[in-house]
């Protein structure tokens, strides 16, 4: 989890902001800030962003913050038509970057931006930042009052992010709870955007998030729990292997060999071979069942 601490105890410095369209194909030009930070608030359809070796994609809701004296490229070019409220400004006092490892106690001198966060509740930080436009496009308004708008903005999306963060914890979602969605709906085929959209992530994020916890990105940890199946049919039944290949939910024979292959240094034929085996004559994986620690004490002949 990486945070921006923004003191509130003071507005901060408005520089600049816009409502921009990209087009087809359009690419953010390569900049590095100087001690601004900007925020890129997703209207619609999404564009693709690098804020150093980091690549983000922003959609509607979604919210990414660029610290200062970082820099922001192109990750690839927009698919489709966007639009996204770009915000400058500096803060009154040196910039803190946190990095907790659960999200920290709320407190009144500070506000946290994360990162990159989708919002479920995206309403109120779109009204402040239209206002904010509005200002900018209103000669008479006084400096400070876009200074107080641009605070205003900032509280808006950290309470957002604060009410959000505290009701995940007190919903207790964890990648856990993704692992065992994935691994009760794995029959499903389910999709990185299918998997985000149950838990109200953006996928881009939601997968960075399961490769740092688990090591691995959740494509592979589909794949992985399927040849964990695999081997339970392999061991445990008199299947055909392309029977074992579609239970196990490989809707190609020939990728499910390579995989297998990849995975075990074995054909599936030479790993129901290789092991003493219980036949129990099913065709169907109990969900609830540790897989890991059934395969390997069918493969010991426990």
């Known amino acids: ?88 400004y500096v803060q009154p006092r040196p910039t803190k970057v946190m990095y907790p490892t659960t999200w920290p106690k709320t407190t009144n001198d500070r506000a946290l931006l994360p990162r990159f966060i989708h919002l479920k509740r995206f309403s109120q930080t779109i009204i402040a930042s239209r206002q904010l436009l509005d200002l900018t496009h209103d000669p008479e308004s006084f400096v400070n009052t876009k200074n107080y708008q641009t605070s205003l903005v900032i509280l808006t999306i950290a309470n957002a992010v604060n009410r959000q963060m ?13 692992c065992e969605w994935i691994r009760i709906n794995v029959a499903t085929q389910p999709s990185v955007a299918q998997i985000a959209a149950h838990f109200f992530l953006n996928p881009d994020y939601l997968n960075r998030l399961f490769k740092r916890e688990t090591g691995s990105t959740i494509t592979t940890y589909i794949r992985n729990l399927k040849i964990e199946y695999a081997k339970l049919l392999l061991l445990s039944t008199h299947q055909s292997i ?48 540790d897989l890991k620690n059934k395969v390997s004490r069918l493969e010991h002949n426990i």
């Open 1 to 88: 989890m990486e945070l921006l601490a923004v003191p509130i105890q003071e507005p901060v410095e408005y520089l600049k902001s816009g409502l921009f369209t990209a087009e087809l194909g359009w690419k953010h030009h390569r900049m590095t800030h100087s001690a601004d930070t900007e925020l890129i608030i997703g209207v619609s359809g999404q564009v693709h962003l690098k804020v150093g070796q980091d690549a983000f994609t922003v959609g509607q809701g979604d919210i990414l913050t660029v610290f200062p004296y970082e820099t922001i490229s192109c990750a690839r070019p927009t698919t489709t038509p966007s639009k996204f409220i770009w915000i400058h």
């Open 166 to 178: 505290h009701q995940q914890i007190s919903h207790q979602t964890s990648i856990n709870e993704v």
């Open 242 to 289: 392309q029977d074992v290949c579609e239970h196990a939910f490989f809707n190609d024979a020939k990728y499910f060999a390579r995989v297998f292959r990849a995975s075990t240094n074995l054909a599936p034929s030479q790993y129901r071979q290789a092991y003493t085996h219980t036949f129990l004559n099913n065709n169907q994986v109990d969900p609830g069942v």
